[in-house]
T-cell receptor
Framework: AQRVTQPEKLLSVFKGAPVELKCNYS??????LFWYVQYSRQRLQLLLR??SRESIKGFTADLNKGETSFHLKKPFAQEEDSAMYYC?????????????FGQGTTLQVKP | DGGITQSPKYLFRKEGQNVTLSCEQN?????MYWYRQDPGQGLRLIYY???????QKGDIAEGYSVSREKKESFPLTVTSAQKNPTAFYLC?????????FGSGTRLTVV
């Protein structure tokens, strides 16, 4: 079965500390993975996708097919990074298709 | 300014009443989706449509219905059969780059 697991409901760090939000997936095909972010009072928005291999707002994520993981990392957390983060897996072979979301992790960056 | 518009922002429903949530997009996207967001459960797929006049059930379709008569519009009806409708509902449209989300509708049963 296709599934995305984010094991931490809440991750609390101090400003300047490294951050790693964990995401594991189960999928039998070739996965396409995303991270979405929801800041307070804002709509859910795309943060990054694995195939573009870009760094957005200092965040990076590497797809590890051996460990079936797509952890989101940032070397130095900022207070404005506080938000809800969702990992998502696109199922199907087309360039569009339904996303399966994890349960979400709330990142709290303390001053 | 392209995007997805959901209305209303807040909606109150009485027991036994059907209500319809609106979702409109001007992005020219073929695929549209409805998700329900509950604390600790992430986003769960209710219905989706990949083309006009066609739609499929998602993981939690019971008690919901949709229509897709126009490319721009994908309304969701929450029927009286939905046992626990109080939630935050998100509409999205899809492109190669990923989803674009609306701002959501918060539905409360009173």
């Amino acid at each position: 079965a296709q599934r995305v697991t984010q094991p931490e409901k809440l991750l609390s760090v101090f400003k300047g500390a490294p951050v790693e939000l964990k995401c594991n997936y189960s999928y039998s095909g070739s996965p396409e993975l995303f991270w979405y972010v929801q800041y307070s009072r804002q709509r859910l928005q795309l943060l990054l996708r694995h195939i573009s291999r870009e760094s957005i707002k200092g965040f990076t994520a590497d797809l590890n097919k051996g460990e079936t993981s797509f952890h989101l990392k940032k070397p130095f957390a900022q207070e404005e990074d506080s938000a809800m983060y969702y990992c998502a897996l696109r199922s199907g072979s087309s360039n569009t298709g339904k996303l399966i979301f994890g349960q979400g992790t709330t990142l709290q960056v303390k001053p | 300014d392209g995007g997805i518009t959901q209305s209303p922002k807040y909606l109150f429903r009485k027991e036994g009443q059907n209500v319809t949530l609106s979702c409109e997009q001007n992005l020219n996207h073929d695929a549209m989706y409805w998700y329900r967001q509950d604390p600790g459960q992430g986003l769960r797929l209710i219905y989706y449509s990949q083309i006009v006049n066609d739609f499929q059930k998602g993981d939690i379709a019971e008690g919901y219905s949709v229509s897709r008569e126009k490319k721009e519009s994908f309304p969701l009806t929450v029927t009286s059969a939905q046992k626990n409708p109080t939630a935050f509902y998100l509409c999205a449209s899809d492109s190669y780059y990923g989803y674009t989300f609306g701002s959501g509708t918060r539905l409360t049963v009173v």
